[in-house]
């Protein structure tokens, strides 16, 4: 059985190693590895996990039983009365399965709760997920190039769906 589950400090080492075990596969085509590095001890740090939950950030855990397939964080932007997803990663072989779209249903109930009609979320250019976010509704707002530090830049699409 599919379950999402509240995560906490105490599963921010969890979340690390599912991070380290996705982003190769996921970025392997896109990032050279001197960046996926960096952009892992950058997010994936334990100060930058408390730095996100401390300043609103929500983690979400999905497990097939007890079996962890994968995370997301999100968070709720009162003045802008929309949830911005930022992250949602799931294990190789939990994908296509139906599980992401799952966790994005489970954001979105969250959202609505809070009387939001928005989901927001980055998503790289190249990234095959991109074709994942739009069967689900999202569609592209923007292009934006973020520089995340020594040189490095996140080539993004905003991408939002209406709820």
Not at 42 to 60: H, M, P
Request: charged share 25%; with cysteine; hydrophobic share 40%.
């Amino acid at each position: 059985m599919i379950t999402i589950v509240t995560a906490g400090r105490e599963d921010f080492c969890l979340i690390q190693k599912l991070a380290h075990q996705v982003w190769p596969v996921a970025y392997a085509a896109i990032l050279p590895e001197e960046q996926m590095k960096y952009m892992l001890d950058a997010f994936y740090s334990e100060n930058a996990l408390i730095k996100s939950f401390d300043n609103g950030c929500q983690f979400v855990l999905v497990k097939e039983d007890e079996t962890v397939l994968g995370f997301a964080g999100f968070e709720h932007f009162e003045t802008k009365e929309q949830t911005k997803i930022h992250k949602l990663y799931l294990l190789p072989e939990s994908q296509g399965k139906g599980i992401g779209k799952l966790l994005i249903e489970y954001i979105a109930t969250k959202a609505t709760e809070k009387g939001f009609d928005k989901l927001i979320l980055n998503v790289n250019r190249f990234n095959k997920a991109l074709h994942f976010y739009e069967k689900l509704g999202f569609s592209i707002v923007e292009e934006i190039d973020i520089e995340i530090g020594k040189g490095y830049l996140m080539e993004d699409y905003v991408m939002e769906k209406t709820l």
